[in-house]
C-alpha cells in the first residue's frame, strides 16, 4: 500500500490536478491537499480499489450499485434541466443519491453532448465525498431502430446497418471497424460504457428485439460478438476503451409466442427443442474472451432444468441458479453483472407506465425483490434509482456490508481501469470534429450497402443503368436523382422501386410497447395489392426492411427482384441497385412462409419454422 504523500500547496478547486513533492500529478479527488492511494495513477488497479473501498460509507457504496437513466438537456447545460420530464436531476441523482452510473437517451450535437459531460463529471467532484467519477454508458446508436426501450438512431454518429446486417456480411473485420469507428465517437462525446453487444440468437421469428441481434447461428454470432469486444474494449480494458456489457444472459431469444420479456404478456421463456445449450454458446465465446459486464434478460425460464435439477422460475436477474451457480461458478464470469432495467420499481413516461420486470417474484414487495437479485449474484440494479434500499438492508442486518464490497469492488475496478479517476473529461471543442467523421460515414454507408440481400432476380432487372426512370415508394425524395436515375411516375417509369417496413401489429398500452414490432409478420391486404398492381404495369424492385423475418410469400411472385435489407439508407441501397456496390449480404435467419408456420416453430430451435420460403444463408451474391 503506497503511503498518503503531502503536496505543497493547497488545490485551488478539488479535481484540480496538482503536483506531489516527488512530482507526481494527480487529481485531488477529495479535496484535501494529499496525494491519496486511490488518487495515486502510478499505483495498480487493485490497489487503488481496495484503498478506495475502504473510505466509502454504506450509502456510496449503495449508489455505486445502481444505473439509471439520465436526461441530457437539448443545450447541454446542467443548468437547463428540466425536473418535470426528468427521472432526477443530477443533482439529486449524483450528490444526494451518490450515483455515478447513468444511461443516456436522447442527445444533442456532439459539442453539446461533450459540455454536458464535463459539468456532469465536475459536479461528481464538487457534490461527493470522494469525488468518484460518472460512468455514462448507452445503447446501440450507430444504426436506424429508434426505440428507447433498446436502441437509438443514429443522428450525429456514423450511421451502420443494424447487427443484423452486419450478420448478414458474416465478417469479422467489418464488425471489428465498426466498433472501433463507434469506440472513437463515443470517446470523442464522453460515453464509456455499452449496453451492447446482443449476443442472443434470433430463434423466435416473432420476436421484437432480433434486429440487434447476429441473427440465428450461435456460431456466427459468438464470432461477431467477440469481434464487437475487439473494437469497443482493445486487447485490455484501457484509458481508450469503452467498456461493454454483453446480453442478455443466458440468451433471451426463446421467448413464448414470439412475445417481448419487457411486457407481463412476454415474461415466460421456452425450450420446447431442449436447446438451452445453443443459446449459451455464444455467451461461452464471450466470456472465454473476456467482457467487463454481463447483463441477464427479464425472461422466466419455464420447465427449464440444469444439470438435472429445476431452474427456479423467476425472472434471470433474480435466478441464483443461473447468475451464480452457471455464469460465476460454472463458466468463471468476476466482472460486473447489472440487471435489465426496471426488475424492482414500476416505469412511467409518455403517459404510459410499464410494471416492474419482477416477473416470478411478483409477490414481493421493493425490498423483497432487492434482497433477491444481492442474492442472485448481481452487482448493479439499472434502471433503478433507489440505493436507499439497499442502505436500508444493510442497517437492518438483512444484507452484511462485506456483500456491497464484492460488488463495489467489481464496479470500481472498471472505473479505474478506464482511465476515468486520472481524467474523465473530454475536448469539448474536438467532439464535432471527431464524430461522424466523412471516413466514418463512408465506411457506414458502405457497409450498408454491402449487407443487402438479394432474394430474388430476374434477368435484366438489376443494376439500373444511369438515367432509368423509376417510380419510387417509399424512398426520400430527391434520392433517385442522386443516384443518377430519373424519377417517373408508374406510367412513365421503366421499373418500380419499393420499399417495406417488415409487418408488425401496432400496440400502445404500456409504456415503450408501440416502439416493440411484434406480433403478426403477414403484409396486409393492401400492400399486397398495391405491389401486385404495379407488377402488372412494369417490373418492381421490393425491398423489405428486416428487423424481423418477414412472410415475403404474397410478395414474390410479383417481385422482378426481391431484396431485404436491415438498416439502410436510400443512397446505400441505390448504390446497390445501379451496381456501383456489390450486394454481398446472406440471410441471417429463417424466413416463414406463413404466420401459421412461424407460429408452429419451436421458440429455441434456429430456422424450425416448417416449409420456409428462404433459409439462413440465402442470398445471391455476385462473384468477383
Known amino acids: 500500500m503506497s503511503e498518503t504523500r503531502g503536496v505543497t500547496r493547497a488545490p485551488a478547486q478539488r479535481g484540480d490536478r496538482i503536483t506531489a513533492p516527488d512530482g507526481t500529478v494527480f487529481r485531488d479527488l477529495n479535496g484535501n ?9 502510478r499505483l495498480p488497479v487493485e490497489e487503488r480499489v481496495e484503498d478506495l473501498l475502504r473510505r466509502l460509507s454504506v450509502p456510496e457504496k449503495a449508489g455505486l450499485m445502481f444505473q439509471s437513466i439520465i436526461g441530457v438537456p437539448a443545450s447541454g447545460s446542467l443548468a437547463d434541466e428540466d425536473p418535470a420530464t426528468a427521472r432526477g436531476t443530477a443533482a439529486d441523482l449524483v450528490g444526494s443519491r451518490l450515483m455515478n452510473h447513468f444511461n443516456v437517451h436522447l442527445l444533442p450535437e456532439p459539442r453539446l453532448t461533450a459540455r454536458w459531460v464535463n459539468e456532469l463529471q465536475h459536479l461528481a467532484v464538487e457534490a461527493t465525498p470522494h469525488g468518484i467519477p460518472v460512468t455514462l454508458s448507452t445503447d446501440p446508436r450507430h444504426a436506424w431502430a429508434e426505440n428507447q426501450g433498446a436502441s437509438f438512431r443514429a443522428d450525429h454518429f456514423s450511421a451502420w446497418p443494424e447487427a443484423l446486417g452486419l450478420a448478414a456480411l458474416r465478417d469479422e473485420d467489418v464488425v471489428r471497424e465498426f466498433a472501433r469507428t463507434a469506440r ?9 460504457a455499452a449496453l451492447h453487444p446482443t449476443v442472443d440468437l434470433a430463434t423466435e421469428p416473432r420476436w421484437a428485439r432480433q434486429y440487434g441481434t447476429f441473427g440465428q447461428d450461435p456460431d456466427l454470432a459468438g464470432r461477431l460478438a467477440v469481434a464487437h469486444l475487439d473494437g469497443f474494449e482493445g486487447e485490455r480494458l484501457g484509458p481508450g476503451s469503452v467498456a461493454c456489457t454483453a446480453k442478455h444472459f443466458p440468451g433471451g431469444g426463446p421467448q413464448k409466442d414470439g412475445e417481448d420479456a419487457h411486457f407481463p404478456y412476454g415474461r415466460e421463456q421456452v425450450y420446447p427443442g431442449g ?18 459486464a454481463i447483463m441477464p434478460y427479464y425472461g422466466m425460464p419455464v420447465g427449464l432444468t440444469l444439470h438435472g435439477r429445476p431452474v427456479e422460475e423467476v425472472g434471470f436477474g433474480f435466478n441464483r441458479q443461473v447468475v451464480t451457480g452457471l455464469l460465476r461458478e460454472e463458466l468463471g464470469f468476476d466482472g460486473v453483472v447489472c440487471t435489465d432495467w426496471g426488475l424492482v420499481t414500476e416505469s412511467r413516461a409518455g403517459g404510459r407506465t410499464l410494471p416492474a420486470r419482477a416477473w416470478g417474484v411478483e409477490h414481493l414487495d421493493v425490498a423483497e425483490r432487492v434482497l433477491k437479485i444481492l442474492d442472485a449474484g448481481c452487482d448493479q440494479l439499472g434502471g433503478e434509482q433507489c440505493p436507499e434500499v439497499v442502505v436500508a438492508l444493510v442497517e437492518r442486518g438483512l444484507v452484511p456490508e462485506s456483500r456491497l464490497d464484492v460488488s463495489v469492488r467489481r464496479l470500481l475496478r472498471v472505473k479505474f481501469e478506464l482511465g476515468l479517476f486520472d481524467d474523465p473529461f473530454v475536448d469539448e471543442d474536438a467532439a464535432g470534429a471527431r464524430v461522424g467523421t466523412p471516413g466514418a460515414v463512408a ?14 432476380r430476374e434477368p435484366g432487372v438489376l443494376p439500373l443503368a444511369p438515367g432509368t426512370p423509376v417510380h419510387a415508394e417509399g424512398l426520400e425524395a430527391g434520392a433517385l436523382e442522386a443516384a443518377g436515375l430519373r424519377s417517373a411516375t408508374a ?10 417496413q417488415a409487418p408488425w401489429e401496432p400496440r400502445d398500452t404500456y409504456m415503450l410497447e408501440a416502439q416493440f414490432h411484434a406480433g403478426s409478420l403477414e403484409f396486409d391486404d ?12 412494369l417490373p418492381v424492385v421490393v425491398t423489405v426492411n428486416l428487423d424481423r423475418p418477414a412472410v415475403l410469400t404474397p410478395l ?4 422482378a427482384a426481391l ?3 436491415y438498416g439502410t439508407s436510400d443512397a446505400a441501397l441505390l448504390d446497390v441497385l445501379t451496381g456501383r456496390v456489390r450486394a454481398r449480404g446472406r440471410l441471417p435467419f429463417q424466413l416463414p412462409r406463413s404466420d401459421a408456420a412461424a407460429a408452429a416453430s419451436r421458440p429455441d430451435v434456429p430456422g424450425d419454422s416448417p416449409e420456409a420460403i428462404f433459409e439462413a444463408g440465402d442470398g445471391l451474391v455476385d462473384e468477383g
Open 275 to 292: 436447446m438451452f445449450e445453443r443459446h449459451l454458446e455464444p455467451f461461452r465465446r464471450v466470456l472465454e474472451r473476456g467482457v467487463s
Open 556 to 559: 414474390l411472385p410479383h417481385s
Open 33 to 41: 491537499g494529499t496525494m491519496e492511494p486511490y488518487e495515486d495513477p
Open 491 to 500: 406510367e412513365q417509369a421503366e421499373v418500380a422501386v419499393v420499399r417495406l
Open 563 to 565: 431484396v431485404g435489407v
Open 184 to 192: 472513437e465517437e463515443y470517446l470523442a462525446v464522453g460515453l464509456r
Open 443 to 456: 465506411a457506414g454507408r458502405r457497409a450498408q450497402a454491402e449487407s443487402v440481400t438479394v432474394l430474388h
Open 526 to 537: 393492401g400492400t399486397v395489392r398495391r405491389v401486385a398492381d404495379l407488377a402488372a404495369e
